[in-house]
Each structure stands twice: as C-alpha cells, then as structure tokens.
C-alpha cells in the first residue's frame, strides 16, 4: 500500500519538473495560491462554506479515475483498494477541513471527512454502453469529451445556480456562472497529437479564429442556463452579469491561444504562470492576448500553410 502512495508523490514530481518548476517551488506555489483563494472566497461570499465543501467532494470525484481504480484493483485486495480509495479521499479533503476549522465552520469540516471515505465505496466509473449525449456535435472534440468527463461538476454548477436563485443569492449565482466557464477553460488544457491540427487546410490565423469561434460559441451554450435564469431573477444586475461574461470569454479566448503558443508541447511555465497573474489582474490580457496569438501562429505555421 505504501508503494502506491510512493509511487502517485514520484508522478506528481516528474509532473512538477516537466512543467519546468522544482518540486519544492511547486508545492510552494500550490499551497500559497491554495490559501489565497481560499481566504478570498470567505472573505467575499456569505456561502463560502457550503461553496468550498462542494468545491472539495467536486475535486474528490474527479479523482476517481477509472485507469488508476483498476491499477489499485489489480495490485491489491478489494479490502485494501478500499482502503487506500479511502485514505486518499481524506488526504485530498484535509487542507479544505483546515480551512473550514480555520473559519470556525466546525460541523462541515467535520462531515466532510466521513463523507469523502464514503465515496470511496461508490461505484463512479461503472462500464456502460451508454454515451452522455451533448449539444456540441462532433466537431469541437475538446466540448464532446470535456462535457462527458466534466458531466458531473457541470451539473453542480447549475446546482449552485438553483439554489442562488432560490436563496437571492447574486454574489452566488456569479460564482456558478465563473465556474462554469473555468470548466469550460479546462477542456483546453491537453494538447491534440500534431495530425488532427495538421489535416485543417488553412493558414495558422484561419485555424486560430475557428478554435476561438467554437470556444465562445459552446462555452455561451453551456453556461446558457445560468446566464437565462439570473437575467431573469437579477434583472436589475444583468450588466454586470453581462461583463463577467466578457470577461470570461476573454479568458477563455487566452486559454485556447495559450494550448498552441507551445505546440506540440504541452505549455510550459512561463506562459501558464502570466496567465495566472492575469487572474489577478485581469486588464493585463489586453497584452496577454496578442503575445499568445503572436506565438500560436508561429507554432502553428509548421503545420498549417
């Protein structure tokens, strides 16, 4: 069992150093934004611990992924692959009960722990014949196979926008709107093998300009049901709804510009790290932008003509 947990500490380091950043420095890095953020969402949000309890059964769900299930499977018992499910889930759940104890949130932070070991014993990734259809056709493949990965934490970001609504949350129903597109921001995150970009016949401007055109027009119907229900129910604050969606699609519009500025690597960290500093100074992207379109078509142009 200790080998597994050994072995899981070595592929995040290999991951850490391919990125081009130590081990150390990454931890580092990890942890402060990790509080940062953290602090922020309760210093801004009356439902911070509901929202950040969610935010951690989410992250745990993701987790469970089928290749590394049946690699415990296989090496293991089924009494020690739930245990080391279980211990995992609690080890990815402690720094989110830290904070919730850290803000005096004792009953949450306390459930949250039996209830990640309890999702140890469900069966998420059941082999079915079954396909989640979705509304994006075959074309755009990084919203077909994002949609159906991300299904679940889609869906809880309409949750959270029901119960904003119901609870005349605003402030709520903006958080579910912004994490509805950082969803739609990671589809863009794994870079296509060099073929699939090399069959478009057309110039690298003309494939950039296409991959944009496609983000903005499955991210707005992805977050449709959100941004129609808060129109209506916010009505008096639809402007500044309309600018957060701006906003995101200009993130949006970065992320995807950012997936071939390294092409065919995976982006490195330089890039990654000023679009973070842009989170925090969003008017920084007016510069951002055409830096990465500038170094996208320039990778691109060795496979586009």
């Known amino acids: 069992m200790l080998f597994y947990f050994k072995l899981q500490f070595t592929i995040l380091n290999r991951k850490l150093t391919d990125f081009g950043v130590p081990p150390i420095v990454g931890y580092t890095l990890i942890t402060v934004i990790f509080i940062m953020a953290s602090n922020h969402l309760f210093a801004s949000q009356t439902n911070a611990p509901y929202i950040y ?48 104890l850290y803000n005096q ?16 014993f469900i069966p998420i990734n059941v082999t079915s014949t ?54 739609a921001i990671l589809f863009y995150n794994k870079v296509e093998n060099e073929y699939f970009v090399w069959s478009h016949s057309v110039l690298p401007k003309d494939f950039l300009i296409l991959k944009i055109k496609i983000a903005l027009t499955n991210s707005s119907l992805l977050s449709l049901p959100i941004l129609f229900f808060m129109s209506i129910f916010f009505s008096n604050q639809i402007s500044f709804l309309l600018l957060c969606v701006f906003v995101c699609h200009l993130y949006l519009v970065a992320s995807v510009l950012l997936k071939y500025s390294n092409f065919p690597n995976t982006i490195d960290f330089p890039k990654t790290l000023l679009f973070g500093i842009t989170v925090v100074f969003p008017p920084l992207l007016i510069g951002v932008i055409p830096f990465y379109y500038k170094s996208a078509t320039k990778k691109l142009s060795n496979y586009l003509k």
């Open 130 to 183: 079954k396909v989640i259809p979705t509304p994006f056709g075959k074309t755009p493949f990084e919203f077909t196979v994002g949609f159906r990965k991300k299904f679940l934490p889609i869906m809880l970001t309409y949750l959270i926008a029901y119960i904003a609504i119901y609870v005349d949350n605003y402030n709520l129903g903006i958080f579910a709107l912004i994490a509805n597109f950082l969803i």
């Open 53 to 100: 309890t969610a935010i951690a059964l989410a992250i745990t769900f993701a987790n469970n992924d089928k290749g590394k299930n049946d690699f415990i499977k296989n090496c293991y018992t089924t009494k020690t692959y739930y245990f080391i499910k279980a211990l995992q889930n609690i080890l990815i759940c402690l720094p989110f009960a830290a904070i919730l």
């Open 105 to 120: 949130t004792y009953f949450l932070a306390i459930l949250l722990i039996p209830i990640n070991c309890l999702i140890a």
